[in-house]
């Protein structure tokens, strides 16, 4: 990866002649439902790349749902460049890195192999349906600790540890249902009745969730936050008026924001939010395909349009390019071993889950 991010740097500096797609149809694999924010996300960048890239080619979305995203994941590090001479991308999320970054015996594929040509920082959501919101006394969850809750979700090493922990960590009684294949099956659940307490990504609360407050059947509990410049947890800026789970914790009796368990939420926060969501070209990418990409996502984030565009349907974060989405990748494909010792132990004790 690093030796494909400095080709690709002299590449760019030197005025590479880049890749032409023109007649083709890319292919950009999410492996989620079509329900989703992944969805979302590649729905919305989809007919702007299209218009970036050189020739104009077709981009198709194709979802590949299953394993929480690994059956995707492992088809795509199967793939190789010369097959595909460009027309081949792969999107993936936070819960594509978790079990990367766990070890999950089910997976099969290597960040280290992919290209990255854009990093997409998101933030999350937590909902609450009107009765169970009216049991919080402002940011304090203390009332919701003797209520029993359902929540869909694609499995415990996914993205889905993040509210898992914390809800555990507020004290609320959170019963997963695992095997959704994306985090809109999940709000389904909630609309139908047969969850009553979930979270979505910006892109799927702003478009899915949003309707249901206004229509005043779903109540926000807390944004997951962002991050400032320092590294500390602040308010989302796509939801300033939403608390944090840091401030909810705060104000909530047994929730600490200091400690192993707090340093290891965040790690996972950090790992699965800011870096959220990436485009890959897959092993043995050309420095063209690469500089190819890498400049037409930087066309479309040129846009005149985009800023507003991008808000209404992502929320407001960075698109990262280049060294930036480099970057991204390290920090979303690295946590600190106590962090990963401490979710690892968490899950065998809490769901059963052993990854060795």
Same mark, same amino acid.
């Given at each position: ?68 995203? *690994?059956?995707?994941?492992n088809f795509f590090q199967e793939q190789d460049y010369a097959d595909s001479e460009g027309t081949l991308i792969f999107g993936s ?12 015996? =089910? ?10 040509? /854009? ?38 090493? !996914? ?10 960590? /507020?004290? /609320?009684?959170? %019963?997963?249902?695992?095997?959704? #294949? ?9 609309? =139908? ?7 979505? *990504? ?39 008026d939403m608390p944090t789970f840091k401030e909810v914790c705060e104000a909530t009796d047994g929730c600490e924001t200091s400690g ?52 209404? !349907? ?15 990748? %390290? ?8 962090? #990963? ?6 899950? %065998? %004790? !809490? ?6």
């Amino acid at each position: 990866m690093a030796a494909a991010a400095a080709t690709f740097a002299v590449q760019a500096n030197a005025g590479g002649h880049g890749i032409d797609l023109e007649g083709k149809t890319v292919e950009w694999i999410i492996p989620f439902s079509e329900t989703g924010g992944s969805a979302k996300w590649a729905n919305f960048y989809a007919p702007l790349l299209s218009e970036a890239l050189p020739g104009q080619p077709t981009v198709v979305v194709k979802f590949m749902p299953g394993a929480g995203s *690994t059956k995707g994941a492992n088809f795509f590090q199967e793939q190789d460049y010369a097959d595909s001479e460009g027309t081949l991308i792969f999107g993936s999320s936070g819960s594509t890195q978790f079990p990367f970054l766990l070890g999950d015996p =089910r997976v099969k594929y290597n960040y280290a192999d992919w290209n990255v040509v /854009l990093a997409s920082g998101t933030g999350g959501v937590a909902y609450l349906p009107p009765d169970m919101a009216a049991k919080m006394d402002g940011l304090d969850a203390s009332g919701l600790q003797g209520e029993d809750f359902i929540y869909g979700s694609q499995g415990a090493t !996914r993205l889905d540890l993040v509210p898992l922990l914390a809800w555990e960590m /507020l004290g /609320l009684q959170v %019963e997963p249902v695992f095997g959704i #294949k994306g985090r809109g099956d999940g709000r389904l659940m909630f609309e =139908r009745g047969e969850a009553n307490i979930d979270y979505q *990504t910006s892109s799927s609360f702003l478009s899915g969730v949003t309707p249901l407050v206004e229509a005043g059947t779903a109540v926000p509990m807390m944004s997951w936050g962002a991050l400032d410049a320092d590294g500390n947890i602040v308010r989302d800026p796509t939801f300033p008026d939403m608390p944090t789970f840091k401030e909810v914790c705060e104000a909530t009796d047994g929730c600490e924001t200091s400690g192993t368990q707090w340093d290891a939420w965040k790690a996972f926060f950090i790992a699965g939010f800011p870096a959220q969501k990436m485009v890959f070209l897959p092993n043995g990418a050309s420095a063209d395909a690469i500089a190819t990409y890498t400049q037409a996502f930087e066309a479309v984030k040129a846009r005149a349009d985009f800023g507003d565009i991008s808000s209404k !349907r992502l929320g407001k974060y960075p698109q990262m390019t280049g060294a930036e989405a480099q970057g991204a990748l %390290e920090s979303g494909t690295n946590v600190p071993q106590e962090a #990963k010792d401490f979710v690892v132990g968490w899950l %065998e %004790e !809490r769901y059963g889950v052993t990854l060795n």
